[in-house]
């Protein structure tokens, strides 16, 4: 079918369908959701099970080796990841890429279900969750106020949460750090002591006075009446009044042993924001919700709430939306700009305007038609749909560009009307332009086979810039020959100096370039020769351009971690932590907000002695600083400061759920695995000293501590049973007179709060104070503990990490200076120096890993990208041998790729490879023009030195404009201004710097090598 002379014969029908596409794609672009990545369904799970008192070498043992080994049988476990802690096991399981996650959880309960008897019968049945990259909050609030604390938390549950929860798409809104209400029984423990009275007693007394039982019913006449006898506190008096035992006749109540107070529970995290001591609300969306809509309804839910209540503050921590909303602002101005200067390069070169005004037409039309296919796909507009957008919208117009440049030659050269111009010269290159977007789209197919997170990311990329090609290829091929039979009746030549100047510009540049072709043709061994040699010199860029996962991305975010020694009081660390946030106020004046948050976070139970400041900066383009530069200066302020901490400080440098999708927010990991804790600490100290010696490493740390001062209290068993007590009985007074016992709730206005009894100051007494105490026996008489019981002062470990059940500790560190390629090999290199005893490892690991493991895929990909497109070509010219003139063009490139990423200080990342990968189909476009043009002046009857030249010349114009336009309109995109542009940037530039570099050569290269192919058939045949 003869798509031009079609459409040109039916230009209304054609009309009417370019409108509908249109129309369509527009609806579909504002009902499309908005997010920062595509939509990523992690292959993991985890299992959490629950052993109430056992130490972590006990729950290793009995539980986390034994669902190690239970799961390990599951079909398509990639890696199991396990953390033993007290009373908790926590295994993490990581499938192949490509598992179905509801299978693989459903295999996974069921291997458990029927295994479970090996495991111990106290046990809490394991819970199994799966990894859902929507549970992470879109944003973080923090609530400040000078209101009392636990008003202040009542006052958010009772009125401000619920607020947030009814939003439209808000799925679940978690309160993180909040004064929980607790009446608490404070004990005297000399009191207790001088009255003999046992904890065990105290305690028993506190719950029998605390009842609402029902006592039956009556029959009343025709009724039935319900008994009730409530006897449950109703105010604090009656609790201090409670009678808890009888001394010579002399009734002993609360309030004589105790102080009863109306307090909220012991704090293990203290939040600060903006200086003052406040909460967190964490908002998550659903599944499905577009992030920027929810989270601006939610801020404008916070500015009535402000308004609504004065006595509290609400600012965002963490806004997702927000730096969604400004990358995506920043990306679609960068297809803006990219498409303005394209259009410049038209008017320059055409210097009609109704030719520029046809070509034009199909940027929009092939990108709306795109948004079409992301609405229908079920994909959202993120960073990587908008930024094949970007990629694509200068190459939209090559194929425009080619069939318009050909019908104007035909028009002006060869004096055809325009009718007959406008379909002749579409269908004259309509195989070359076909061949040419074919060959750029078939790079991306191998896409579908990588696998990871790369392969995630890129193939939505892959998808949109593939589509809006193939539009941008119809449109050429239909509405441009169509507008060009009605528009190009005659010349319509811009008018100025300028257009005059750019006339004679583009002359004297195709004068230049057939006089360098005659040369070139006449010593084509100096060409061939000098390429290699240009070739050989770009390798000896590599080495020097480093290599890393992701580009950095400044994300307006700085973290400041400090550490002080395991078991160190809450209060101190505070104390501590506070010296920390007065340099952090002088030093970065820059600063928007910050939250700090000392103790635990729930994540890690060895964060008890730790804080974090996270601060909050304005947008990049709002200040001279970058994150790096900030950090590198608090980090130099910071160290050896603040007495007993150690400091580390972080820029994050890639997209925050990437980090929380790796599984963590380090640069550089050393795994160290074996099996002896001992061994395991020795070779994690020298690892650490040797990573730290390594240029471009800060921060560095070990996973494991050396443990938690704990005095371990053994227990007397036959004692303990020749008094008629149990076990239990020991440990639950002890547990009564440091942690706590629940006596029963205290309900008031529709709420209720526990009863917590315990010994006063307890923290603050000594081990014989509190083994003093006694118990009752079962023939009524009492017993201290301490004849009960032994002690051993010494350390416990916190926490055991494994991996592929082995044992495992981890020296964590960021790099600043150098890339983490560069670093990673310094460390390698130490590491392997380093002595281990058998069965002992140490690897380089976390995003390290995931790079390397990306790489490999890329390369797979790239390889088979130039293999599709030989065969691609090889199917268009139905011959073995032209393929390999256009494929010349490809090696030629690196040249200017290695350049480029050397000059701007690139490095080699995933986006860079991609754009060598998508390099790949686009550099052999202007080839794919000079070949076949040249291939059809041989077949009217030219020697092959005559029809490389006249291709040249004919294909120069062409050729140059769809390489400018495609450079300028990536070169907003590279230059990588503002939030999320930087993350696309380095793709762009290495796509830049290949077409830059391999144009000219080959504009040179592949006439001379059609030309000696050529001859050499040409000779045959003549004999």
């Known amino acids: 079918?003869?798509?031009?002379?079609?459409?040109?014969?039916?230009?209304?029908?054609?009309?009417?369908?370019?409108?509908?596409?249109?129309?369509?794609?527009?609806?579909?672009?504002?009902?499309?959701?908005?997010?920062?990545?595509?939509?990523?369904?992690?292959?993991?799970?985890?299992?959490?099970?629950?052993?109430?008192?056992?130490?972590?070498?006990?729950?290793?043992?009995?539980?986390?080796?034994?669902?190690?080994?239970?799961?390990?049988?599951?079909?398509?476990?990639?890696?199991?990841?396990?953390?033993?802690?007290?009373?908790?096991?926590?295994?993490?399981?990581?499938?192949?890429?490509?598992?179905?996650?509801?299978?693989?959880?459903?295999?996974?309960?069921?291997?458990?279900?029927?295994?479970?008897?090996?495991?111990?019968?106290?046990?809490?049945?394991?819970?199994?969750?799966?990894?859902?990259?929507?549970?992470?909050?879109?944003?973080?609030?923090?609530?400040?106020?000078?209101?009392?604390?636990?008003?202040?938390?009542?006052?958010?549950?009772?009125?401000?949460?619920?607020?947030?929860?009814?939003?439209?798409?808000?799925?679940?809104?978690?309160?993180?750090?909040?004064?929980?209400?607790?009446?608490?029984?404070?004990?005297?423990?000399?009191?207790?002591?001088?009255?003999?009275?046992?904890?065990?007693?105290?305690?028993?007394?506190?719950?029998?006075?605390?009842?609402?039982?029902?006592?039956?019913?009556?029959?009343?006449?025709?009724?039935?009446?319900?008994?009730?006898?409530?006897?449950?506190?109703?105010?604090?008096?009656?609790?201090?009044?409670?009678?808890?035992?009888?001394?010579?006749?002399?009734?002993?109540?609360?309030?004589?042993?105790?102080?009863?107070?109306?307090?909220?529970?012991?704090?293990?995290?203290?939040?600060?924001?903006?200086?003052?001591?406040?909460i967190r609300l964490a908002v998550r969306k659903q599944a499905n919700a577009n992030t920027v809509e929810v989270s601006r309804r939610v801020l404008e839910e916070v500015a009535l709430i402000n308004e609504a209540f004065p006595q509290i503050e609400i600012v965002p921590v963490i806004n997702q939306g927000n730096f969604i909303e400004r990358s995506i602002h920043n990306v679609a101005m960068s297809v803006l700009y990219g498409g303005g200067l394209a259009l410049l390069v038209l008017l320059l070169f055409l210097s009609e305007l109704r030719s520029a005004l046809i070509i034009s037409l199909s940027i929009p039309i092939s990108m709306v038609a795109t948004f079409a296919l992301i609405y229908f796909g079920g994909l959202t507009i993120n960073l990587m749909t908008l930024g094949g957008l970007a990629l694509g919208v200068g190459m939209m117009v090559d194929s425009s560009i080619v069939v318009i440049e050909n019908i104007i030659r035909r028009r002006d050269e060869l004096g055809e009307p325009p009718r007959s111009a406008a379909v002749e010269g579409a269908r004259e290159v309509g195989p070359a332009i076909v061949a040419s977007t074919v060959t750029t789209v078939v790079v991306f197919l191998p896409l579908a086979f990588v696998r990871g997170i790369s392969g995630i990311l890129f193939q939505e990329l892959a998808w949109v810039v593939g589509f809006s090609l193939a539009c941008s290829l119809l449109v050429s091929l239909s509405l441009v020959p169509m507008l060009a039979a009605r528009l190009l009746s005659s010349p319509d030549r811009a008018s100025g100096a300028f257009f005059a100047s750019a006339q004679h510009g583009v002359r004297r540049v195709t004068s230049a370039y057939l006089y360098l072709l005659e040369r070139v043709l006449a010593h084509p061994s100096v060409a061939l020769a000098l390429t290699v040699l240009l070739l050989v010199a770009s390798l000896f860029l590599y080495p020097l351009l480093g290599s890393e996962f992701l580009p950095p991305s400044d994300e307006g975010e700085v973290r400041v971690t400090g550490e002080m020694e395991i078991g160190t009081r809450l209060s101190i660390v505070d104390q501590q932590t506070r010296r920390m946030e007065?340099?952090?106020?002088?030093?970065?004046?820059?600063?928007?907000?910050?939250?700090?948050?000392?103790?635990?976070?729930?994540?890690?139970?060895?964060?008890?002695?730790?804080?974090?400041?996270?601060?909050?900066?304005?947008?990049?383009?709002?200040?001279?600083?970058?994150?790096?530069?900030?950090?590198?200066?608090?980090?130099?302020?910071?160290?050896?400061?603040?007495?007993?901490?150690?400091?580390?400080?972080?820029?994050?440098?890639?997209?925050?759920?990437?980090?929380?999708?790796?599984?963590?927010?380090?640069?550089?990991?050393?795994?160290?695995?074996?099996?002896?804790?001992?061994?395991?600490?020795?070779?994690?100290?020298?690892?650490?000293?040797?990573?730290?010696?390594?240029?471009?490493?800060?921060?560095?740390?070990?996973?494991?501590?050396?443990?938690?001062?704990?005095?371990?209290?053994?227990?007397?068993?036959?004692?303990?049973?020749?008094?008629?007590?149990?076990?239990?009985?020991?440990?639950?007074?002890?547990?009564?007179?440091?942690?706590?016992?629940?006596?029963?709730?205290?309900r008031t206005e529709g709420n209720s709060y526990r009863i917590l009894v315990k010994l006063e100051n307890a923290e603050l007494l000594s081990l014989d104070e509190i083994l003093s105490l006694s118990l009752t026996t079962s023939t009524g008489s009492q017993v201290l503990l301490r004849n009960l019981v032994s002690t051993d002062a010494g350390r416990g470990p916190l926490l055991i990490d494994r991996k592929d059940q082995q044992r495992i500790v981890m020296v964590r560190a960021n790099v600043a200076g150098r890339s983490m390629g560069e670093v990673a090999g310094d460390i390698q290199a130490r590491l392997a120096e380093i002595p281990r005893?058998?069965?002992?490892?140490?690897?380089?690991?976390?995003?390290?890993?995931?790079?390397?493991?990306?790489?490999?895929?890329?390369?797979?990909?790239?390889?088979?990208?130039?293999?599709?497109?030989?065969?691609?070509?090889?199917?268009?010219?139905?011959?073995?041998?032209?393929?390999?003139?256009?494929?010349?063009?490809?090696?030629?490139?690196?040249?200017?790729?290695?350049?480029?990423?050397?000059?701007?200080?690139?490095?080699?990342?995933?986006?860079?490879?991609?754009?060598?990968?998508?390099?790949?189909?686009?550099?052999?476009?202007?080839?794919?023009?000079?070949?076949?043009?040249?291939?059809?002046?041989?077949?009217?009857?030219?020697?092959?030195?005559?029809?490389?030249?006249?291709?040249?010349?004919?294909?120069?114009?062409?050729?140059?404009?769809?390489?400018?336009?495609?450079?300028?309109?990536?070169l907003p995109l590279a230059l990588g201004i503002g939030e999320g542009a930087d993350a696309q940037a380095p793709l762009a530039r290495a796509v830049i710097g290949g077409l830059i570099g391999a144009t000219p050569i080959t504009l040179l290269l592949v006439p001379v090598i059609y030309m000696l192919v050529h001859r050499g058939r040409e000779r045959r045949h003549a004999r």
Do not use: C
Request: net charge negative; charged share 25%; no cysteine.
């Open 837 to 970: 005893p058998a069965n002992y490892s140490l690897e380089v690991a976390g995003e390290y890993e995931e790079q390397q493991e990306a790489f490999r895929e890329l390369l797979i990909s790239f390889l088979l990208a130039i293999l599709l497109v030989y065969m691609v070509l090889a199917s268009q010219y139905e011959s073995l041998t032209n393929p390999l003139i256009v494929m010349f063009a490809v090696p030629v490139a690196a040249i200017g790729v290695l350049v480029t990423l050397y000059l701007t200080r690139t490095t080699v990342n995933v986006q860079s490879f991609i754009g060598s990968i998508m390099l790949g189909g686009v550099v052999v476009n202007n080839a794919i023009l000079l070949v076949d043009q040249a291939a059809g002046l041989s077949r009217e009857g030219l020697g092959a030195r005559e029809a490389a030249l006249e291709a040249g010349r004919r294909r120069l114009r062409p050729v140059l404009m769809t390489t400018l336009t495609t450079v300028l309109g990536l």
């Open 1 to 278: 079918m003869n798509l031009p002379g079609f459409s040109a014969r039916r230009a209304v029908l054609t009309s009417m369908v370019t409108l509908i596409v249109v129309v369509i794609g527009s609806v579909a672009l504002m009902r499309t959701r908005i997010d920062l990545l595509p939509e990523i369904e992690l292959p993991t799970i985890s299992i959490q099970t629950e052993y109430e008192g056992a130490s972590p070498e006990v729950m290793e043992r009995l539980v986390t080796q034994i669902v190690e080994e239970i799961v390990a049988t599951v079909p398509g476990v990639k890696e199991i990841a396990s953390q033993s802690a007290e009373g908790v096991s926590n295994v993490q399981v990581t499938f192949v890429w490509g598992t179905d996650i509801d299978t693989a959880t459903l295999d996974v309960r069921g291997k458990l279900e029927d295994e479970l008897d090996e495991l111990p019968e106290e046990i809490v049945r394991p819970s199994i969750r799966k990894f859902d990259i929507t549970s992470f909050p879109v944003l973080l609030l923090g609530i400040s106020s000078k209101l009392d604390p636990v008003e202040l938390t009542q006052l958010i549950e009772d009125h401000i949460r619920h607020r947030f929860s009814r939003i439209p798409d808000v799925a679940q809104v978690d309160l993180w750090g909040g004064f929980d209400r607790e009446v608490r029984i404070e004990l005297d423990p000399d009191r207790i002591r001088a009255l003999g009275l046992p904890l065990d007693a105290v305690l028993r007394s506190i719950r029998d006075a605390n009842l609402d039982l029902p006592a039956g019913q009556l029959e009343h006449g025709r009724f039935e009446v319900l008994l009730r006898a409530p006897a449950e506190f109703t105010d604090l008096d009656q609790i201090r009044s409670t009678v808890v035992a009888v001394r010579d006749g002399a009734a002993i109540s609360i309030d004589q042993i105790a102080k009863v107070r109306d307090t909220y529970t012991k704090l293990t995290r203290i939040i600060r924001i903006n200086g003052e001591r406040g």
């Open 582 to 746: 007065a340099v952090i106020s002088e030093a970065v004046p820059e600063l928007l907000s910050s939250v700090v948050s000392v103790g635990a976070s729930g994540r890690r139970p060895d964060e008890v002695s730790r804080s974090e400041i996270s601060l909050s900066l304005p947008p990049t383009g709002e200040r001279e600083r970058s994150n790096i530069e900030i950090a590198a200066d608090l980090r130099a302020r910071l160290e050896d400061r603040i007495a007993g901490m150690k400091v580390r400080v972080r820029a994050p440098q890639g997209q925050f759920l990437l980090e929380r999708i790796l599984g963590g927010t380090e640069d550089l990991t050393v795994e160290i695995r074996g099996f002896r804790l001992e061994t395991l600490d020795a070779l994690a100290r020298e690892a650490a000293a040797a990573v730290a010696e390594v240029p471009g490493v800060a921060d560095v740390d070990t996973s494991r501590d050396p443990g938690v001062p704990q005095h371990e209290i053994r227990i007397d068993r036959a004692k303990v049973a020749d008094m008629g007590l149990s076990i239990r009985d020991v440990t639950e007074a002890l547990k009564t007179a440091v942690a706590g016992s629940q006596a029963g709730e205290y």
